[in-house]
């Protein structure tokens, strides 16, 4: 089973940054759209943001656009989620999907590859 690994979650006060961290298995991953998505308690999983295979193509959803930034490493297998101006509302847990295409999509459904979550709280 390919697994996705996250890191970077923890406890921060709004206004506050983190970085998050996504290392896929193998380069072969680095073909692939990467994305991010959240689940904060009682509510359903929503998209946060994709970048495309190059790195070049990114997109965010709009409670997120201007504060969060998408990237890459190839060299690394890795992507990365940088969270800045955190608000309580960005309380929730943070997985990281890969898409067996070069483009991203915001649907959950479109991700063949999950990681296992890392928990973001923010304290307000």
């Known amino acids: 089973q390919v697994q996705l690994v996250e890191s970077g979650g923890g406890l921060v006060q709004a206004g506050g940054s983190l970085r998050l961290s996504c290392t896929a298995p193998?380069?072969?991953?680095?073909?692939?759209?990467m994305g991010w998505f959240r689940q904060a308690p009682g509510k359903e999983r929503e998209f946060v943001a994709f970048v495309d295979w190059t790195g070049n193509r990114t997109y965010y959803a709009p409670a997120v656009k201007g504060r969060f930034t998408i990237s890459r490493d190839n060299a690394r297998n890795t992507a990365y989620l940088q969270l800045n101006s955190l608000k309580p509302d960005d309380t929730a847990v943070y997985y990281c999907?890969?898409?067996?295409?070069?483009?991203?999509?915001?649907?959950?459904?479109?991700?063949?590859?999950w990681g296992q979550g890392t928990q973001v709280t923010v304290a307000s």
């Open positions: 193998d380069r072969t991953f680095n073909t692939n759209a």
């Open positions: 999907a890969s898409r067996s295409s070069p483009n991203g999509r915001i649907s959950a459904h479109e991700y063949d590859y």
